[in-house]
């Protein structure tokens, strides 16, 4: 690790009331002495005390750059660990560059991406996990994946993991020391005994790995595709549900010829949705090709809302349509029940084992039932938020997953009345696997390619 002072833009880069430039490292009270000038004229920020704010200009040379308040944080009670300062001035685009452009003149250089984050987690104040987890506040797309990276930003992850990494290093521990010194440790029945410590600690691995995929659509919003016939709806259901004007409606069979997509929030629930060409043969070129992406789409989704117009009778086409999302996670929308309907619910419950509920995307009918019912189909009905500890990372559900594997070969190797070293490597490989969530056990070309997907400043 580098210890030489970095600075970078801490807000963005547009017009705001106020803008953060970040300097962090060993010199960092040299550089900021040489640009910062207070009030009197006569105070130095290197002679202050921790955590205080002055008020002053920042300047170069004769020339006053702008007026600020400077916030100092002196090692280890930093973000970083590090003596860090931030220059808080008028968040205009050209003032908060020249700020930057000054202090890297006097002797830092620019951050990388991510590279405090970087530095706090080598400095040991926060773990992997609670790294990845700052830009998964920062990226947060609904109140459900803002608490839960919250929560891991709070060590929720890491506290689970030490404490099953410890159970298990404690059996490799014993299982060593035996090995070394058979007079005074006896093993005699300790197959059973490590069988079931094993036991206790793969559910828990596992009832960590059962959150992951709830944990990824939380964080990252459920994949909806909008399908039906021509005319069926589809565009209405859409602005209904985005409450606005998003896709073009008309009478006209076929208006929508290409995909459009709109992210919604339902009631903490995020759905990207994608509206679709309705299926049916065409000889339109460009109507087919929105009929093709559709049939894409909908093999990818992860929630298939079907719309079906309640008001004329099931067609070819539906059929057709019924048959591609058998297999699918699926809502059934019987579209403008405000008109008489020809299609029954009981019809559509007869021919496909999906719920079906009645709606008027006009009217702005039965959308909170399909609310409810979508809750129900991925959260069980219970997205309240608890202390249920989400595993919301890729990365995080493949190290489970090895780790577990790991121990079921240490059950298997028990089971077949294997040398009690059999189990000290297959302990150690999940021993291993665990750490890789934490950063004990990963090598600098991952934490860099981790860091590399953080924004400028943080």
Not at 435 to 452: P, R
Request: aromatic share 4%; proline share 2%; glycine share 6%.
């Amino acid at each position: 690790m580098t210890t030489d002072t970095i600075a970078a833009i801490a807000t963005g880069m547009t017009n705001s009331g106020i803008g953060i430039v970040r300097v962090s490292g060993e010199d960092a009270f040299s550089i900021v002495d040489k640009i910062y000038r207070s009030k009197s004229g006569t105070k130095k920020l290197s002679e202050m005390k921790s955590h205080t704010i002055h008020y002053g200009h920042i300047v170069d040379g004769d020339e006053v750059i702008d007026e600020v308040m400077v916030l100092l944080m002196r090692a280890p009670n930093s973000y970083t660990r590090e003596d860090t300062i931030e220059i808080d001035c008028h968040g205009g685009v050209l003032v908060v560059k020249k700020i930057l452009e000054t202090v890297i003149k006097y002797g830092a250089r620019p951050a990388e991406p991510g590279e405090y984050t970087k530095r706090a987690f080598l400095n040991g104040r926060i773990d992997l996990s609670q790294a990845e987890s700052v830009m998964d506040v920062i990226n947060a797309k609904n109140d459900f994946a803002l608490k839960t990276s919250m929560k891991q930003l709070e060590g929720s992850v890491l506290n689970v993991i030490k404490e099953i990494r410890g159970k298990i290093l404690h059996q490799i521990a014993y299982i060593e020391s035996a090995l070394d010194d058979p007079e005074h440790y006896d093993i005699d029945g300790y197959g059973e005994e490590l069988d079931q410590i094993v036991e206790t600690e793969l559910k828990k691995i596992e009832k960590l790995l059962a959150t992951a995929d709830n944990g990824k659509l939380l964080k990252e919003g459920i994949n909806t595709v909008i399908v039906g016939k021509p005319n069926a709806g589809k565009s209405s259901l859409l602005n209904s549900l985005v409450g606005k004007e998003r896709a073009i409606v008309t009478d006209v069979a076929g208006t929508t010829r290409d995909v459009l997509e709109e992210q919604i929030n339902l009631n903490g629930i995020s759905l990207n949705i994608i509206d679709t060409a309705g299926i049916r043969d065409t000889e339109d070129i460009v109507e087919k090709i929105g009929v093709t992406k559709a049939k894409e789409y909908l093999k990818e989704a992860d929630l298939v809302i079907y719309v079906v117009d309640s008001s004329r009778e099931l067609s070819e086409e539906d059929h057709d349509i019924i048959k591609m999302i058998e297999d699918r996670n699926a809502i059934v929308l019987l579209n403008k029940s405000d008109l008489t309907p020809v299609t029954s619910r009981e019809e559509m419950e007869k021919l496909l084992d999906k719920k079906v509920i009645s709606v008027s995307a006009k009217e702005h009918l039965g959308i909170n039932e399909l609310e409810e019912t979508i809750k129900t189909m991925f959260f069980h009905g219970k997205l309240e938020f608890n202390d249920e500890v989400y595993i919301t990372n890729v990365r995080h559900k493949a190290a489970l997953k090895n780790a577990c594997d790991s121990l079921a070969m240490v059950r298997k190797s028990i089971a077949d009345g294997m040398p009690e070293d059999f189990y000290s490597i297959d302990l150690m490989s999940a021993y291993e696997e665990l750490g890789k969530i934490i950063g004990e056990a990963v090598d600098d070309d991952l934490v860099n390619e981790i860091f590399s997907k953080f924004c400028m400043g943080k």
